[in-house]
């Protein structure tokens, strides 16, 4: 589902590569945490996935295409088959839960009856039945993030990208993200999780990717988050 | 569901930003208003121009018994001279640059003197042998004029040219100048609208940066992102070239029409069917302006 070979990436401003000759392969319907300390490349993993930056040299493949050959007016199409979670949530504030979820929908141009039917499907999905009409200032952390997963899977997209998503919430609502995102994973979504969270990896006990300064340092099926230091 | 949805984002970023929005309107409808203003003013000149010039005649006025013009040292004009000017007029150097040439007697003179001065005391006391006798020559190209009469001055038997050219030249140099001067003010107002449409979307991009990660992440297609900033540019533009539209057409009717014209009563001014022509020239200009500054802002500040 995501493979990368041999990939570099370096930024104009810095000096080191912050991926540096990378492999990997991420299959279909895997549950993966990306871990490492900040600037360890976990960023520019994601977003090198997302077509949002290009890799210097090696190639990255995402859901079947070589991202190096796809056309700029192809990216928006391809961006369809992924959804992204941030840690910041990143809801629009002015807009009720259920809108958010619906403007995601409306931008890429879907007919109001497939709006109107997805919106609540998704919605109870994350666990947020009765919450449509509600502002992200209304909503607790945890359930501002549920929106924003539910904003993300609203498509259905292959391949479910996690930037920190509990990196602002205490450890019990983590945990309730956690398994939201395990369901998700659970429906055939690949999911790739970036994370800080060392309780976290070690309950779930799924592969563990860890990055130090852009380079993997291990790659461990069932792995935990600190076994390599 | 597009359509409405790409309207609500342009009514809502137009809200947002009324107070630049505002500002885009009157700049655009000032600048569209100077640009409307010169291309009716170079209308207005060519119109007079072609009415002035036609009329444009070089006469030749020829010496008479009283001349002291020292070509008319040996008195009255005699024959042979009238037929050495008949002679340059009709196989001379000049004569490809002249259209047609009649001659005027004093008698014919002393008959159009009476008509133009028609019940003035001055026709009292005049006679026909006062008037000098004439060539009155129609030029080919009146802007030739100037060649025609030089061939002809200090002739024998000439007493003086008078070229009519001469009298408009300064007021067509003025005009000119005018039109120049209105050239000028558009052009710098139309730049300062042009930065004003790219500032105005770089402004209403910002503020609605949230939107557009969001829209880019979920895969909204460029055209889809930009399209309402463009639309938002090219709406205040289009206004601000309806309300030039109206103050050209104002203007011509109340100011050049009513005022100039009744007060004047001169001819062959330019009327509201002119300013008419140009409301589409003003519309295109306007929306071409705000498209194409917001096509490059786009390019520049939103990339997707």
Redesign the interface.
């Known amino acids: 589902m995501i493979r990368f070979d041999n990939v570099t990436k370096v930024y104009k401003a810095k000096q080191r590569a912050a991926l540096d000759n990378v492999t990997v392969n991420i299959d279909r319907g895997e549950f993966v945490f990306l871990v490492g300390a900040s600037g360890s490349g976990k960023s520019s993993f994601l977003r090198l996935c ?1 077509k949002e930056e290009k890799a210097n040299s090696g190639t990255v493949h995402v859901a079947g295409r070589d991202l190096a050959k796809l056309a700029s ?1 192809k ?8 959804g ?1 979670v941030f840690q910041d949530f ?1 809801l ?1 504030p002015n807009k009720s839960a259920g809108e958010n979820i619906a ?2 929908l ?7 009856h497939v ?1 109107d039917r997805t919106v609540p499907e998704v919605l109870q999905l994350v666990g947020l039945d009765g919450k449509a009409d509600r502002r992200p200032d209304e909503l607790s952390g945890g359930e501002q993030q549920r929106v924003a997963i539910a ?1 993300a899977f609203v ?1 259905r997209p292959a391949i479910l990208l996690a930037d920190e998503p509990t990196g602002n919430l205490d450890p019990t609502t983590s945990v309730g993200i956690m398994k939201l995102l395990d369901r998700i994973n659970k429906t055939g979504t690949t999911v790739v999780m970036a994370t800080h969270d060392d309780e976290m990896v070690d309950q779930m006990r799924k592969r563990v990717i860890q990055l130090e300064e852009g380079v993997i340092i291990r790659d461990q099926a069932r792995g935990v988050y600190g076994a390599a230091t | ?2 359509a409405q ?1 790409v309207l609500t984002e342009i009514g809502v970023g137009l809200w947002r930003n009324l107070s630049i929005t505002i500002s885009v309107i009157i700049v655009t409808a000032v600048s569209l208003f100077f640009l409307g203003s010169g291309l009716l003013f170079q209308r207005q000149v060519n119109e007079l121009r072609s009415l002035l010039y036609d009329e444009v005649q070089v006469s030749v006025f020829l010496c008479g018994a009283e001349s002291t013009a020292i070509s008319c040292a040996d008195g009255e004009v005699t024959q042979e001279q009238r037929d050495a000017i008949v002679a340059e007029l009709t196989d001379g150097e000049v004569a490809p640059l002249i259209e047609e040439f009649t001659y005027e007697s004093k008698e014919q003179a002393y008959e159009r003197f009476l008509v133009q001065f028609e019940g003035s005391p001055i026709t009292e006391n005049l006679t026909a042998d006062q008037l000098p006798e004439s060539y009155r020559i129609q030029l080919v190209d009146p802007e030739q004029s100037a060649t025609v009469a030089s061939r002809f001055e200090g002739q024998l038997g000439v007493e003086s040219v008078d070229d009519q050219r001469e009298l408009f030249v300064g007021l067509f140099r003025f005009l000119n100048g005018a039109t120049a001067f209105a050239w000028f003010f558009a052009g710098i107002m139309l730049i300062a609208a042009t930065l004003l449409v790219a500032t105005t979307i770089r402004l209403a991009a910002f503020n609605r940066r ?2 557009i ?10 055209f ?2 930009q399209l309402p900033f463009m639309l938002e540019g090219i709406f205040a533009a289009t206004i601000g070239a309806v309300l030039a539209s109206g103050f050209l057409v104002g203007f011509t009717r109340v100011f050049v029409q009513d005022y100039v014209g009744g007060r004047f009563n001169i001819g062959g001014l330019v009327g509201t069917g002119d300013a008419l022509l140009v409301v589409p020239v003003l519309l295109l200009v306007g929306i071409l302006l705000a498209g194409v500054s917001s096509l490059i802002t786009l390019e520049r500040y939103l990339r ?1």
């Open positions: 997302l007016w990216v928006p199409r391809f961006r369809r088959q992924m992204v990143r629009l403007f995601a409306q931008v890429i141009g879907k007919p109001k709006i904003r498509n | 569901m597009r949805f949230r939107e990660g969001i829209m880019r992440l979920v895969g909204a297609s460029k889809f992102i997707v």
